[in-house]
T-cell receptor, first 113, second 117 residues
């Protein structure tokens, strides 16, 4: 069985602060994929990143960065210099062969001006 | 065109009504999905269609009836729903259902918010 845990249910920061969203996963498979999706108040889930289990390189995209550590089964997401538009619910998700996406419980991020 | 379009955005129905949710994509994707999302919860998979055939039904009650008339359209027919079925219903699509070779990125629509009275 696979499982994704996002221990932070809600985070509140002030604009321009850096914030890290934690994601810990469990799977017995050696090949798997990890995702982050953003769900703004409008409802749709917006794809942010996909990372396969063999690629532990950290990734940076603008103000977003991801830290993948297989040793601790974590795939954390950092937003640098947060903005009000970053306010949303963020979901970490896991996919392994033969299964569909397993979502974590989500972290609601509130960025205050 | 990289969108998944869902209609209606909001729907209120009584327990005896029959209604349908519609989903459309023109990205050439051959896998389409229905998810149900309750407030403050992650999306839960309901159905998966692969090449217009139902490939996964996650033990969803028969009052929800999916239909895939063609590769661009996905419907969810609703009948005799219960108040606890009130939720956001999300449609998604991907190039194909993921196999052992990899995991596809799902593109989601904005959802249909359903209220059952």
């Amino acid at each position: 069985a696979q499982k994704v845990t996002q221990a932070q249910t809600e985070i509140s920061v002030v604009e321009k602060e850096d914030v890290t969203l934690d994601c810990v996963y469990e799977t017995r498979d050696t090949t798997y994929y990890l995702f982050w999706y953003k769900q703004p108040p409008s409802g749709e889930l917006v794809f942010l990143i996909r990372r396969n289990s063999f690629d532990e390189q950290n990734e940076i995209s603008g103000r977003y960065s991801w830290n993948f550590q297989k040793s601790t089964s974590s795939f954390n997401f950092t937003i640098t210099a947060s903005q009000v538009v970053d306010s949303a619910v963020y979901f970490c998700a896991l996919h392994n062969a033969g299964n569909m996406l397993t979502f974590g419980g989500g972290t609601r991020l509130m960025v205050k001006p | 065109d990289t969108e998944v379009t869902q209609t209606p955005k909001h729907l209120v129905m009584g327990m005896t009504n029959k209604k349908s949710l519609k989903c459309e994509q023109h990205m050439g994707h051959r896998a389409m999905y229905w998810y149900k999302q309750k407030a403050k919860k992650p999306p839960e998979l309901m159905f998966v269609y692969s090449y217009e055939k139902l490939s996964i039904n996650e033990s969803v009650p028969s009052r929800f009836s999916p239909e895939c008339p063609n590769s661009s359209l996905l419907n969810l027919h609703l009948h005799a729903l219960q108040p606890e079925d009130s939720a956001l219903y999300l449609c998604a699509s991907s190039p194909r259902v993921a196999g052992a070779g990899g995991a596809n990125v799902l593109t989601f629509g904005a959802g249909s918010r359903l209220t059952v009275l």
